[in-house]
């Protein structure tokens, strides 16, 4: 203090070593004297603690609102790390409580926010392990917007506290916010765990909520739960017996799956928006495999008369809801889907189903065929695909490997799908690229499949002698 006597870092260390010693009176004195007229923000603080301590409420709670209109709270921090623990209860407590009067009085934005600052407050004095004072910051945040900011809070209470029941509703019903539909079961579903919260979670829909959500996650609870009866009963009494509502249409379908509808129950899961598949997979998820198995062969028969009538857009919405119902099984659902994509055009959309179908050649699995005949013609798909998305080298080689495997199938396709004279004709400029590039053995390689698909082609004939005079040329070097 005698080398910094203007500086407030010497008093404030000199208060905070009369604090630990329990002389708080002259710590008191000491801060009021070094922060006139216009204390900073870790004065502030310890003013207010001292206050706190003394029992002088009405003078600390004009310190706290000084130091939270500063918006520099960080440096309690620096002063907790000194605090008796009594003393850190009573700033936790009192903040809490101050955050619930401030909440009580008004939910506008600003008394939110206010009750935000003092809650942090009340958690940094904690060493946030309060969960009282979490759980309404969270709230807090749901009311502010910020979502996954309250995540964070409700998910904090659950690290020390796995089974806390408003912790989880909490952290469910805002899962539901953010359409976050599988994480948000999961929680209400841990917190349901008590009969009686599940009672008083059904009451709560009984009263008529108006938003649907609610509605619908308590639809999914009892799906869940197995209460297919109850189930129904709720999504029939809140969105009658045919819902317009697409979300409430997908959860009749589940239960049409129950009663073995199961045609209808694809065409109403096919409504849910194709680009939420994590939807999908959650309302899925709420089926029996075997009965997900009979409805993904009814959506898979009824997108093969659709395709037939060349309504192939509302095949392949049938044909996502097969191939997502079985998982691993769905092979011939993506060859199929693969074909409607091709048909409207959208060949990358189909070279992506017809990657998965190829992956999976030649491994252990009961789901893939050993017949070369299947494979090849999946490769020839994949090709003509490839081709009309102007990916000429990746097509050749499906189409080179697929001559190799099975000559004639692959003929077979070739005629049904590009033409032998247009695929030689891309034989042709492949096998020029590489006898450029003078890669002599792939040209060769490039050039015998051209003439297989069109033996008739002049200028693969031609290319191929001049291949093999540079070969036999003893000046040639490869």
């Known amino acids: 203090m005698d080398l910094q006597p203007h500086a407030d870092g010497p008093d404030i260390l000199t208060a905070d070593a009369l604090y630990q010693l329990g002389r708080v009176e002259e710590a008191y004195r000491l801060l009021l004297s070094a922060g006139t007229p216009n204390p900073r923000a870790p004065l502030l603080a310890r003013l207010a603690l001292l206050q706190l301590h003394r029992g002088f409420l009405y003078d600390t709670n004009q310190l706290l609102k000084k130091l939270l209109a500063c918006g520099e709270t ?8 000194v605090a008796q623990q009594k003393d850190r209860a009573l700033l936790q407590g009192h903040c809490h409580t101050a955050a619930k009067r401030i909440l009580d009085g ?28 979490l759980l309404e910051r969270a709230r807090c945040y749901v009311l502010l917007g910020q979502r996954k900011t309250a995540i964070f809070d409700f998910s904090a209470i659950l690290k020390e506290h796995p089974k806390h029941i408003q912790a989880l509703c909490g952290r469910g019903f805002t899962y539901l916010m953010l359409n976050q539909q599988k994480e948000c079961v999961h929680d209400i579903l841990t917190a349901l765990q008590l009969r009686d919260a599940f009672i008083i979670g059904g ?7 108006r938003d649907r959500r609610w509605h619908l996650l308590y639809v999914d609870i009892l799906l869940a739960k197995g209460d297919v009866k109850a189930a129904s009963s709720h999504l ?13 249409q997908a959860r009749l379908g589940v239960l049409e799956t129950w009663q073995q509808k199961y045609c209808s129950a694809a ?8 680009k939420d598949s994590s939807s999908l997979d959650f309302l899925l998820a709420l089926i029996p495999f075997n009965q997900r198995k009979c409805m993904a062969q009814a959506a898979a028969q009824e997108a093969s008369m659709l395709s037939s009538a060349g309504q192939w857009d509302q095949a392949i919405t049938l044909l996502t809801v097969a191939v997502q119902a079985v998982g691993h099984h769905r092979l011939r659902y993506l060859r199929q889907r693969a074909a409607c994509f091709a048909q409207l055009g959208l060949h990358e959309r189909a070279i992506a189903d017809l990657d998965r179908v190829i992956q ?14 299947i494979c090849v013609e999946d490769m020839c798909r994949r090709g003509r695909s490839l081709v009309l998305c102007s990916r ?42 590489q006898y450029g590039e ?13 003439l297989v698909v069109d033996g008739e082609n002049a200028e693969l004939r031609r290319l191929r002698a001049r291949v093999k005079r540079d070969v036999a040329s003893p000046c040639n070097v490869n």
């Open 267 to 274: 065409h109403r899961l096919s409504k849910v928006n194709e």
């Open 360 to 373: 999976k050649h030649g491994q252990p699995d009961p789901s893939c065929t050993d017949d070369p005949r």
């Open 236 to 248: 029939c009494q809140v969105f009658g017996q045919e819902p317009r509502d697409a979300a409430a």
């Open 203 to 209: 009451a709560l829909m009984r009263t008529g909520s």
């Open 106 to 133: 008004s939910k506008e934005e600003s008394s939110v926010r206010e009750a935000v600052a003092y809650l942090s407050i009340a958690i940094m004095a904690s060493g946030a392990k309060v969960a009282d004072s």
């Open 74 to 81: 960080s440096c309690l921090r620096s002063l907790l790390a």
């Open 392 to 433: 000429e080298g990746a097509a050749l080689e499906d189409f080179t490997q697929a001559l190799g495997l099975h000559k004639e199938q692959a003929l077979q396709c070739v005629e049904a799908g590009l033409g032998r004279q247009r695929l030689a004709e891309c034989f042709m400029r492949g096998a020029l690229q």
């Open 438 to 450: 003078q890669q002599l053995n792939k040209a060769w390689t490039l050039i015998e499949c051209g």
